[in-house]
């Protein structure tokens, strides 16, 4: 199976990503990690994302789409994915129907990690104390959280229309969470 798992940042998306790769023996893609794999290796891409990311300017879609393709087309990979971060934008989600389909491959779930500002800020404030992140105010996580909630609302409801979404209540525990996300991939 392929997954999307979507969540504000501090919502723990990959805390239960680990727990969905370790029990279901999937791949977790994370964009992020692509992109600096690609600088990493020195590849053409590489080079084209490395120019982006110094020149101030977020990586292009079209870029993304590379760097996504080489994943989705390893055989190693085939409905074995777990999508952490992408897509980011409706445009994206478009174009990894697209590519999956390409493939012979489609998404069969797309879950929501439901979490309130409040709780974000708590965690968030956690977090910081136990590992010093420097990207962790509160002002940041503010930040943040309204970017994700307005960029990600479109992909959201397209998900929804395709009867894909899931929205877990992510307020709750790691292990009740774990729980639900269990028992909603043991029905696909």
Same mark, same amino acid.
């Given at each position: 199976?392929?997954?999307?798992?979507?969540?504000?940042?501090?919502?723990?998306?990959?805390?239960?990503?680990?727990?969905?790769?370790?029990?279901?023996?999937?791949? @977790?893609?994370?964009?992020?990690?692509?992109?600096?794999? =690609?600088?990493?290796?020195k590849?053409?891409?590489?080079?084209?994302?490395? /120019?982006?990311?110094?020149?101030?300017?977020?990586?292009?879609d079209?870029? #993304?789409?590379?760097?996504?393709?080489?994943?989705?087309s390893?055989?190693? $990979? =085939?409905?074995?994915?777990?999508?952490?971060?992408?897509?980011?934008?409706?445009?994206?989600?478009?174009?990894?129907?697209?590519?999956?389909?390409? $493939?012979?491959?489609?998404?069969?779930?797309?879950?929501?990690l439901?979490?309130?500002?409040?709780?974000?800020?708590?965690?968030?404030? =956690? %977090? %910081?104390?136990?590992?010093? %992140?420097?990207?962790? /105010?509160?002002?940041?996580?503010?930040?943040? $959280?309204?970017?994700y =909630?307005?960029?990600?609302?479109?992909?959201?409801?397209?998900?929804?229309?395709?009867?894909?979404?899931? #929205?877990?209540?992510?307020?709750? /525990?790691?292990? @009740?969470?774990?729980?639900?996300?269990?028992?909603?991939? /043991?029905?696909?």
């Open positions: 199976m392929n997954l999307i798992i979507f969540g504000p940042p501090g919502a723990g998306k990959g805390t239960q990503a680990d727990f969905i790769v370790k029990k279901y023996n999937l791949y @977790q893609l994370s964009t992020g990690e692509i992109l600096r794999n =690609e600088i990493k290796k590849t053409e891409l590489g080079t084209k994302i490395f /120019s982006a990311i110094n020149g101030g300017s977020l990586v292009s079209d870029i #993304v789409k590379k760097a996504v393709e080489v994943f989705i390893d055989k190693k $990979y =085939e409905n074995r994915l777990i999508f952490d971060g992408y897509p980011r934008n409706l445009n994206q989600a478009k174009t990894l129907k697209e590519l999956l389909s390409k $493939y012979n491959q489609k998404i069969d779930l797309v879950l929501q439901s979490v309130s500002l409040e709780t974000i800020k708590k965690r968030i404030l =956690e %977090r %910081r104390i136990q590992e010093k %992140r420097a990207d962790d /105010s509160e002002e940041i996580a503010i930040k943040r $959280y309204k970017t =909630e307005k960029t990600t609302e479109p992909v959201i409801e397209y998900y929804k229309k395709l009867n894909l979404l899931k #929205v877990i209540d992510g307020e709750r /525990s790691i292990d @009740q969470i774990n729980t639900e996300i269990g028992d909603i991939i /043991s029905l696909i």
